[in-house]
């Protein structure tokens, strides 16, 4: 892995209000607006003086102490200033002023973009390197720029959309992942996309469609030991000419998969994080993975099961249509006409099956026979 910029240090949070937020005074009492969201919010003093002093440009260290000055003991005054902080991140009424650190900093390349990340400090580095397969130390322009920042015990990070967010340290990586995602999925490029996993194999697509805990990102594992190119676990997006695009984030690997992991690969100590639905995960960056276009020739559905030995079951092209119809989504929510017809292609391209299988080195050996022959 590259050398990563690190320097010691020094940036503080500065918030001030968003551009279209407005501060006014109703009978007396301070409310804001937001003209993004089209919403009046109520303050009370304390929420109002803090807003006012950020307004002014005011750190949040001048705003604990002159908290404590008007008589509000330090941790009520930080108690005060966080919540107020926190409702107002999440209402978009808040920005940051100015660039966040760029003391740590690294940029990969993902579905044919570079994203460049800025940290305050290693340990949230760190935490977001293990997201990418590759990465390298160059801090230039890219076509997304992430920038994180401690405030307090949370993490404020912007770059993906006009806004910025907060999450805590161990949920950095998974929330910045999806915000990714949703960002990418969005492009015009796409006309729906495919929760499966994708690999390629001798210049063809292999796609690995199921529900959460049907073990994409662990077959998808054995694949790749077993000679398969990785292209992504989670999201594969659709062009209109039929083609699939992993998105070649670095394979997520739950808590049971992580000792087996271990025994493969030494060297490998995955920082755990934290999903939005409390799963704990770890990142296995997959070395020389597929970042581009594939030519679909397999569409594999899985079904595990408890016992038994794997087995696969041919699905005919009307079946597998309303398959990946049920597994797919668009930034519109709806399939359009140029998506239907990009899936159509797909499927009377590609062979369709059911694979049923207990333990993924047996159906490693099967899709291996499948794809070589």
């Known amino acids: 892995m590259a050398e990563f910029v690190q320097e010691k240090s020094s940036a503080e949070a500065v918030l001030k209000p968003a551009a279209d937020a407005v501060f006014a005074l109703l009978d007396g009492r301070p409310v804001l607006f937001s003209e993004s969201g089209q919403n ?34 330090e941790p009520v005054g930080r108690q005060f200033v966080q919540q107020a902080i926190s409702a107002w991140i999440d ?130 594992l054995h694949l790749v030991e077993a000679g398969f190119q990785y292209s992504g676990d989670d999201v594969a997006l659709i062009e209109g000419d039929g083609l699939a695009c992993g998105l070649p984030f670095a394979l997520t690997l739950k808590e049971g998969s992580w000792g087996w992991m271990s025994s493969l690969h030494n060297s490998w100590d995955g920082v755990t994080h934290r999903r939005a639905d409390g799963a ?32 696969l079951t041919s699905v005919n092209q009307l079946d597998s249509m309303k398959r990946l119809i049920a597994g797919a989504f668009a930034a519109d929510g709806r399939l359009s006409q140029a998506g239907f017809f990009a899936l159509k292609g797909i499927v009377s391209r590609a062979r369709s099956y059911q694979l049923t299988y207990c333990e993924a080195v047996e159906a490693r050996e099967l899709l291996a026979e499948l794809c070589n022959g």
């Not at 109002?48 to 102490?65: H, P």
């Not at 994708?198 to 994409?216: H, I, P, Y």
Request: one cysteine or more.
């Open 40 to 73: 009046i919010f109520r303050l009370d003093q304390a929420g109002g003086f803090i807003w006012c002093r950020l307004a002014q440009g005011a750190s949040l260290a001048a705003v604990y102490q002159e908290l404590g000055e008007l008589g509000i003991i």
């Open 91 to 220: 209402r978009g009424l808040l920005e940051v002023d100015g660039r966040m650190s760029t003391n740590c900093s690294f940029s990969a390349m993902l579905e044919r973009q570079r994203i460049s990340v800025r940290a305050e400090n290693w340990e949230l580095l760190q935490r977001l390197v293990s997201l990418f397969c590759a990465s390298d130390n160059v801090d230039g322009k890219g076509d997304i720029v992430i920038e994180t920042m401690m405030l307090e015990d949370q993490v404020i990070f912007g770059g993906i959309d006009a806004r910025i967010h907060r999450c805590g340290v161990e949920a950095l990586a998974p929330t910045i992942k999806a915000h990714l995602t949703d960002r990418l999925i969005r492009s015009d490029r796409w006309v729906f996309a495919l929760h499966a996993a994708s690999l390629e194999k001798n210049g063809a697509g292999l796609l690995l469609c199921g529900e959460a805990g049907a073990g994409k990102s662990t077959l998808t």
């Open 280 to 311: 704990q995960v770890r990142y296995f960056p997959v070395s020389n993975a597929h970042n581009g276009s594939l030519a679909v020739s397999w569409i594999i559905f899985l079904n595990r099961v408890a016992s038994g030995s794997p087995k």
